[in-house]
């Protein structure tokens, strides 16, 4: 359209640049995946390098919520009440199969996948995962949020 | 001990309340009646030669679906006992109706009596006379019905928030 | 907890209950930092002091029990691994020794000891998790990271044998998967070596540290008769002063085979299972390292005579029903995970056709191996332990884990109960911090070392 609309693209892509690099996760910690989380987050598999290595444990102060391990029925309104109560903009990563889907925990106590209950942005399948996929999830959300339209 | 002893300790002091004694798998067990059951595991705990002291586990057996057992009593209440000082252990085991499906508890003698009662309430629906508080442990309150009993299928859901599925 | 401490007057002013009166709920959880799980502890709070404690659990029950009904006797190690997710292997062996109970066989000497092993490698991850997080909990994050990383070490070791590093499923009823790999001795000689040194630096690190005694000693006290009352097992009992070890009181597996101690203590505070699990870790390493070298049947070696057969064109051989002379010809497959060198495959299983699928040979080999294989996977057919019940308890890193399965002579579990040994600590929590202040809530439920799948199963 213009040199306008150059500008505005390039101070999206500043600031997609600086989001991407700066994620303060919130890790929803239930289950067996939480192992996983740990192991990815420490010296090993390294999660601070990606610039995603601060939890932040209060919603209001974090951006992306990691959904780890499996819900509960029982737990669902919290973990639905702690989305609601993060701040835009936020994005939600399914860490783990039975946040994606529910995993092999067909019964009367799981939710099948969270995305029945709030949406998700990356999946990351696996029983647990292991660290490099969490990474490669981690990356395709760093991707997704440097593409996306930045409203601030 | 030898658990024969055991058994044969509790029978001679109990006479016809034990109903029934078995020792297959090296697991010595007694199924008494529900009226006796505060006296035998409280001769259990402080018996000087038992002396079981530790309550290692309450839980519960739903026998609708058992071959042959369709028409007996319905559940069947076990408690696993183990004694630190005599390193002897001792199955007891209750059977309770459907319909009248409640046991004396047993948190007076053992306080972690109260968490796994409450479990079995949950999970299996048999009330504890006498119980304190007993509510679910494991299921929201909201949740209705009992899911460990057989005629529970095991993926009715009942979510509290999301859809039906 | 009714008389006040000179420490708590200096730190409340004028000691507490002199205040307005008023008492604070403080609901902590169930979304809690501390990367324990998932609990709801509603705090009433009287000024930092707790008077009342009430502990809601359940918000990761997932239907363990009803699960293990739907399929057959080995569909449930799956979700055994699941339970006490840090340490896997423990659960495995534990549930699938209470059903070899019921069916009345007896594993091989050398799966005793590879049981043996696997299991005080998995104690290891458990306690390393769980001193690690406590400790982060309370600021030392370094620690939390040095333990970490010998956590990664273990589970290297552990994907060595079983090919995953957490969600294992390797125990099965009769035995296990598959033998120790090659190399194993060294691998494992390296890993404890650096567990070692990790473990030296922690105590450098934290046990005569002034901030971290002041946090744990005398915090989250339970007395020697409570914790019976409880029916707590493992290193709280321990840290209270009742040895009380499963695995001494009831041998199994090699247990009786090698010397170890039990570690006591007496003061049954945070401080005391912090040593406790300390000194447990290294008494694991004594028997992993003893049993190895007392494990029958040599190191694992297996020497291929005669000529090696691709092993694809050996089982399109077999499919052709070409099969004379097939289960003599042994093939160069690994022999750990992806097919049998079925010598191997037999020292560690028990030699029960109605249990234990056969090598991998003898099942694309003879026709006979081929019916058994379907005789135990299809559905109807399986594994059938006769009707009764069974109990068998095993020393779990949290006290005594049992599995009491029931079986109508079906081929499906009828019931499985897990004993879950942290459900009473968690049931003893509320006792252990009425009277303490609020921070000291984070040390004593760190040191319960509650696992969420195994308490809420």
Request: hydrophobic residues 40%; negative net charge; aromatic residues 10%.
């Amino acid at each position: 359209m213009g040199v306008g609309s150059f500008f505005t693209s390039k101070l999206d892509e500043a600031i997609g640049w600086a989001r991407k690099y700066s994620i303060f996760q919130y890790p929803f910690v239930t289950a067996c995946c939480g192992m996983e989380y740990m192991a990815t987050a420490c010296s090993h598999y390294d999660v601070d390098r990606f610039g995603a290595g601060l939890p932040r444990f209060s919603p209001r102060q974090a951006d992306v919520l990691f959904v780890v391990g499996t819900i509960s029925h029982k737990m669902a309104p919290v973990l639905k009440r702690v989305y609601d109560q993060m701040t835009e903009p936020k994005w939600v990563v399914a860490f783990g199969v039975c946040t994606c889907t529910g995993g092999f925990y067909d019964n009367y106590a799981t939710v099948q996948g969270i995305d029945t209950i709030i949406p998700v942005d990356v999946y990351i399948p696996g029983c647990p995962p292991r660290p490099e996929s969490v990474i490669d999830g981690l990356m395709k959300l760093q991707d997704k949020i440097a593409a996306q339209t930045q409203r601030f | 001990m030898d658990g024969a002893r055991i058994l044969e300790l509790v029978q001679a002091r109990f006479g016809r309340a034990v109903v029934e004694t078995h020792a297959r798998h090296g697991d010595h067990t007694a199924v008494v009646d529900r009226a006796a059951l505060p006296e035998v595991l409280r001769h259990c705990r402080d018996e000087p030669g038992l002396a079981f002291d530790v309550l290692m586990d309450l839980t519960a057996v739903d026998y609708l679906k058992y071959p042959g057992r369709e028409d007996g009593p319905r559940f069947e209440v076990v408690y696993h006992l183990y004694s630190i000082a005599e390193n002897h252990r001792l199955r007891l085991k209750v059977r309770v109706d459907e319909d009248d499906a409640v046991v004396p508890t047993a948190v007076g003698l053992w306080p972690i009596a109260n968490w796994l009662e409450r479990e079995v309430w949950d999970m299996f629906g048999v009330r504890f006379d006498g119980h304190p508080d007993l509510r679910r442990l494991l299921m929201y309150e909201e949740f209705s019905g009992h899911p460990l009993r057989k005629d529970y299928p095991v993926s009715r859901r009942q979510p509290l928030i999301g859809p039906r599925i | 907890m009714a008389e006040t401490t000179t420490r708590r007057e200096i730190m409340l002013g004028e000691g507490s209950g002199t205040g307005t009166g008023q008492s604070l709920t403080v609901g902590v959880g169930p979304a809690h930092p501390a990367m324990h799980g998932i609990i709801r502890i509603l705090a009433d709070l009287e000024g930092e002091v707790i008077r009342k404690a009430d502990v809601e659990i359940g918000y990761l029950h997932r239907a363990f029990e009803k699960d293990c009904e739907v399929g057959g006797w080995n569909n449930a190690i799956p979700y055994t691994d699941r339970l006490n997710y840090v340490s896997p292997l423990i659960n495995n062996f534990a549930y699938a020794s209470a059903v070899e109970k019921l069916l009345g066989i007896e594993v091989t000497e050398r799966c005793r000891y590879v049981r043996t092993i696997m299991a005080e490698i998995s104690r290891l991850c458990d306690h390393l998790t769980c001193v690690g997080a406590a400790s982060m909990e309370l600021g030392a994050f370094t620690v939390f990271l040095y333990m970490i990383k010998a956590r990664e070490y273990l589970w290297e070791l552990v994907e060595d044998v079983t090919g995953a590093r957490l969600t294992i499923s390797y125990g099965r009823v009769g035995g296990v998967r598959a033998d120790l790999p090659d190399g194993f001795a060294d691998k494992m000689r390296r890993a404890f070596k650096d567990v070692r040194e990790v473990l030296a630096e922690v105590h450098r690190l934290l046990t005569g540290n002034r901030i971290f005694i002041d946090r744990m000693v005398g915090v989250g006290v339970l007395s020697r008769a409570e914790t019976i009352g409880y029916g707590i097992t493992g290193p709280l009992l321990r840290a209270a002063g009742v040895g009380y070890d499963v695995r001494r009181a009831q041998p199994h597996w090699a247990y009786d085979r090698v010397e170890f101690e039990v570690p006591t203590q007496t003061a049954g505070d945070n401080y005391a299972r912090y040593l406790v699990r300390m000194a447990e870790m290294e008494q694991s390493m004594r028997i992993a390292e003893q049993a190895l070298a007392t494990i029958p049947g040599g190191p694992v070696n297996v020497d291929f005579e005669g000529r090696p057969i691709d092993p694809a064109a050996y089982v399109d051989q077999g499919k052709q029903g070409r099969t004379e002379g097939l289960l003599l010809v042994p093939i160069t497959l690994s022999p750990n995970l992806q097919g049998q060198n079925r010598r191997v495959y037999e020292r560690v299983n028990a030699p029960d056709k109605r249990v234990l699928l056969p090598s991998k040979e003898t099942a694309y080999g003879s026709i006979e191996g081929l019916m058994n294989h379907f005789m135990l996977i299809m559905e109807g057919f399986g594994i059938r332990p006769p009707a009764g019940e069974a109990y068998f308890a095993t020393e779990g890193a949290n006290g005594e884990l049992g599995f009491y399965v029931v079986s109508d002579g079906g081929d499906r579990p009828y019931r499985v109960r897990c004993r879950p040994p942290c459900l009473m600590p968690m049931a003893a929590l509320h006792r252990m911090i009425e009277g303490e202040m609020i921070a000291d809530l984070i040390p004593t439920f760190g040191s319960v070392n509650m696992i969420g799948g195994e308490l809420d199963r």
